[in-house]
Nanobody, 127 residues
C-alpha cells in the first residue's frame, strides 16, 4: 500500500522559513516524479514545486521561484520543500504527491498527472 506522509508544517511569521518533508512508503521498486502542491479554499490545487525521479530536473511557478526549493533523497524515499521568505499569501494546506507514470527525467507539473497524494500539512504565515 502506497502512503505519502507530510511533516514540517506550522505557524511562522512573515520572512521566516519552513522545511516540509514527504516520506513515501510502498514505492520501493518503482521510479516516480514528486511534487508539492498547495490548496487555497475555493481554488484548485496549484503546484509549487516538482522534481524528476533523477532529481536533475525541477519546476517552480513564478509565485515561488527563488524562494522555494524542492529536493529528494531516493535512498530514504523522501522529498523536501524548503520554503524561505514566507509571506501570508503562502498560507495554505500543502500536499506532496507522486507520479509513478513519469519517466526518470520527467517533471510532472499538473495535479492530474499524479496518482498518489499525502494528507496535507497546514502552513500558516502571520504578518
Amino acid at each position: 500500500q502506497v502512503q505519502l506522509a507530510e511533516s514540517g508544517g506550522g505557524l511562522v511569521q512573515a520572512g521566516e522559513s519552513l522545511r516540509l518533508s514527504c516520506a513515501a512508503s510502498g514505492l520501493t521498486y518503482v521510479s516516480y516524479a514528486m511534487g508539492w502542491f498547495r490548496h487555497f479554499p475555493g481554488k484548485e490545487r496549484e503546484v509549487v514545486a516538482a522534481i524528476s525521479w533523477s532529481g536533475s530536473n525541477t519546476f517552480y511557478p513564478d509565485s515561488v521561484k527563488g524562494r522555494f526549493t524542492i529536493s529528494r533523497d531516493n535512498a530514504e524515499h523522501t522529498a523536501y520543500l524548503q520554503m524561505n521568505n514566507l509571506t501570508p499569501e503562502d498560507t495554505a494546506i500543502y500536499y506532496c504527491a507522486a507520479d509513478t507514470g513519469a519517466l526518470e527525467e520527467e517533471v510532472s507539473r499538473t495535479w492530474d498527472e499524479y496518482n498518489y497524494w499525502g494528507q496535507g500539512t497546514q502552513v500558516t504565515v502571520s504578518s
